[in-house]
């Protein structure tokens, strides 16, 4: 063991002191963290750096090829869109301030007896007047309603039919319900029309499209269509009347 009075006597020494002096006023210099150079590609092995740039380059020129690809499929499309739209921007209506006046035909014929055909340049006389006379007489004779509506029935297909089928279901009209003298719909659910003119033209359509088209074009056919049952009194009636305005055409 060291004597304590050589160390008492060391520590009192002013060499001792001094360095011990010195040493406390220098602070000690702690180092948190030391820098150290980090390369990237330290990481990474040369072939999988190899490796993401071929695949990085193979990809770029793949997205180039195809929106190269699509571009050109699209472009016949619109194309096409815009081939369509150029008509319909040509043949726009131009706005005016004014409206156009029209022009009309001095050559038109207002003569009710008369028929102008433009195309042709021809004024000829009316096909149906001779039709409306003859009915005008015979219907005012028969005393019935439909002598005021010559011009709708004589304008039908089915004319002769028309008049003929109102003899034998309501004595030319004389006994009907709702301007019906067709007796369609049947008795209890009888058809009501506003005016006999709309009446003439829906008998009309029935028989063209019921009847004449299936191939029922005489009494005789269409009694049981019509009516429903056989009956000679109707198929008599429809056949006299026919006959009477065989004659006109």
Not at 136 to 151: I, N, Q
């Amino acid at each position: 063991m060291r004597d304590m009075r050589s160390i008492d006597g060391i520590r009192k020494n002013p060499q001792y002191i001094a360095k011990r002096v010195e040493t406390k006023k220098q602070p000690t210099q702690k180092t948190f963290f030391s820098v150290k150079k980090i390369h990237f590609f330290s990481f990474f092995d040369k072939r999988q750096i190899s490796t993401i740039a071929i695949t990085f380059v193979v990809t770029f020129i793949f997205s180039i090829a195809t929106s190269q690809g699509l571009a050109a499929i699209n472009a016949p499309k619109q194309q096409a869109l815009i081939t369509q739209e150029l008509p319909r921007k040509a043949n726009e209506l131009a706005i005016l301030d004014k409206p156009d006046v029209p022009v009309f035909d001095p050559n038109v014929r207002l003569a009710p007896d008369e028929v102008y055909l433009p195309k042709e340049g021809m004024i000829l006389p009316d096909p149906l007047k001779k039709r409306k006379e003859f009915l005008e007489k015979y219907l005012r004779a028969k005393g019935t309603p439909l002598a005021d509506h010559v011009d709708a029935i004589s304008e039908q297909s089915q004319w002769k039919l028309i008049i003929a089928i109102s003899r034998a279901e309501s004595s030319f009209c004389k006994h009907q319900v709702t301007n019906n003298c067709w007796g369609i719909g049947g008795a209890w659910n009888m058809k009501k029309y506003k005016n006999y003119d709309e009446a003439v033209a829906d008998v009309n359509r029935i028989l063209e499209t019921y009847y004449i088209q299936a191939g029922l074009d005489t009494p005789k056919k269409i009694v049981r269509k019509y009516v429903g049952h056989q009956s000679d009194n109707w198929e008599l009636a429809v056949e006299q009347e026919l006959k009477n305005l065989e004659e006109i055409e």
